[in-house]
C-alpha cells in the first residue's frame, strides 16, 4: 500500500502539478486551506510529507506549523514549504517552527522531486529508528516488571500462597490510585507514574523472607512477641531492596517499592507500623497498597483463617477493624468496591479450575 | 496550432511550460484553461484603487505563483516586480506596472478562452 504525501495550496493548478510529480509513488492528498490540511492529517496516519502554502484563505500555512508543533507531529512528518514569497522574516519563521526545506514557485519539477524524496527517506529511517529504540525500552520495561513479578512470587510461595496475591495487589492499587487521583486533584498523578506505582506494589512483602517460617506459616493467632518479628519485614524489605544492584530496576519503581514496604502498615491515626506516622505523614501511594493489602488478606484464605466473602471484608475496612485509613482513600475503594469485588471473584474462579 | 503554440506566440515560454507538466500538453492545456477563473477569482487592481493594499499584495502574489508555474513569462515577471514594489512600499510604481500588464493579461485570457 501507497503511503500519503498532503499537498496543501488554495489554487488547483499549484496543487495539481504537485500531485502529478508524486501521484505515481505516493496517495495524494490535496487541500485547499490550512484547516483542512490539519483535518486530513488528524485523520490519516499514513501521511508521511506535507507540501504547504503559506499564503491561504480560512488558516494559513504558519498557523499549520504552529499546531504541528504544539501537537509534535512536526517531529514525525516533513512539512515543506511552498511559497512564491521571497520574504525572509516569514522563511525564517517556517523553518524556526520545523520547515524542513523551502520549495518556490514557480516549480522546477526535477530537482523538487529529489529533494522530496530524499527527505522523506529521511525521516523513515529516523522514524524507524525511534520505533526500534522504542520497542527496545518498552520490553526492557516489561522485562523488568516480569522479575519483579517473579521475585515477588519466589517469596510469596514461601508464604504459602501461589504468586496470585502480589498480582492481585498490583491490579487493585492501579485501579484505587486511579481513582484516588481522578477524585482528588491534591493527590493528582500521572498516567506512567500510577503505573510504576503499580509494579512497585508487587515488592510490598519483599521482607517477609527474613520472618521465620515458624511464625510466616503459623496455623493460628501469632502472641506479640511473634507479631513484634512480624513487623519487622517492612523494615526488613527496605533492607532487602537497599542491597539490591541498583540498575536492576527503574530507579522511581524502586523509590516507590522502598516506600511501600516501609509504608504499608502505617494507618491514618498513626497506630500502624514501623514508624508511628499519621495522615499525610504516609505517601499517598503506600496508603493505596496499605488498602489494597488488607482487602485481600481478608478476602483471601490463609493458614490461620479462612477468607471473609467481599461484603464482610468492605465492612470491616469501613469499620476501621483492620485499622483506620484515609477517608478520601476509603470514599475511592467504596466508589469502585463492586469492580474490585468483581475482579476478585474472577481470579478467584480462576485459580479455582 | 493549438492553444499551447498560441500562448507560445504571447510570449509564454511552453518550453518550460511542458518541462514543468512533464510533456503531459494535456494536462498543460486544462491547467492553462482554468487561468481566467483564477484571474477573476483575484483580482488586484481595484484593490490597489481601494487602498486595500495588504488584499492587492496578497493576490498580486497568488498570481506570481500561478502564471509562474504556467510559464507565462511576462506576466510572471511583471508580477514579480509589482509585488516587490509593493512590499518597498512604492505603490504607484506598483500600480502603473500593473496597469501596463493588464493589456498583455487580457491577451492570455482571450487566446485561452477561445479553446474552451
Known sequence: MKNSILIVDDQEINRVLLAELFKEEYNVIEAENGQQALEIINENSDIIAVMLDLIMPVMDGMSVLTELNRTGKIYHIPVFIITAAENMQMLTSAYNLGAVDIISKPFRMCFIKARIGNIIELYRHRNELVDIVNDSVDKMAKLNDKMVETLATLIEFRDCESGEHVKRIKNITLKLMTKVSDMFPEYRLEKTTIAKIGTASILHDVGKVAIPDSILKKPGRLTPEEFEIMKIHTVKGCDILAQMPEDIMDQEVYRYSYDICRHHHERWDGRGYPDGLKGDEVSIWAQVVAVADVYDALTSPRVYKAAFDTDTAIQMINEGQCGLFNPKVLEAFNCMVDEIARKHREDSEADAE | ?116
Do not use: W
Open chain 2, 1 to 116: 496550432m493549438g492553444l499551447i503554440e498560441d500562448i507560445a506566440l504571447i510570449g509564454a515560454d511552453t518550453v518550460d511550460g511542458l518541462t514543468r507538466f512533464m510533456d503531459n500538453s494535456a494536462l498543460y492545456e486544462r491547467m492553462l484553461k482554468k487561468l481566467p477563473q483564477v484571474i477573476e477569482d483575484n483580482p488586484v487592481m481595484p484593490f490597489v484603487r481601494s487602498g486595500d493594499l495588504e488584499t492587492a499584495l496578497s493576490n498580486a502574489h497568488t498570481l506570481k505563483g500561478v502564471v509562474g508555474n504556467l510559464s507565462l513569462t511576462p506576466l510572471y515577471n511583471n508580477y514579480t516586480e509589482a509585488v516587490n514594489l509593493f512590499r518597498s512600499g512604492e505603490t504607484a510604481k506598483a500600480e502603473e506596472l500593473l496597469e501596463s500588464t493588464l493589456e498583455i493579461q487580457r491577451q492570455f485570457v482571450e487566446c485561452i478562452k477561445k479553446y474552451d
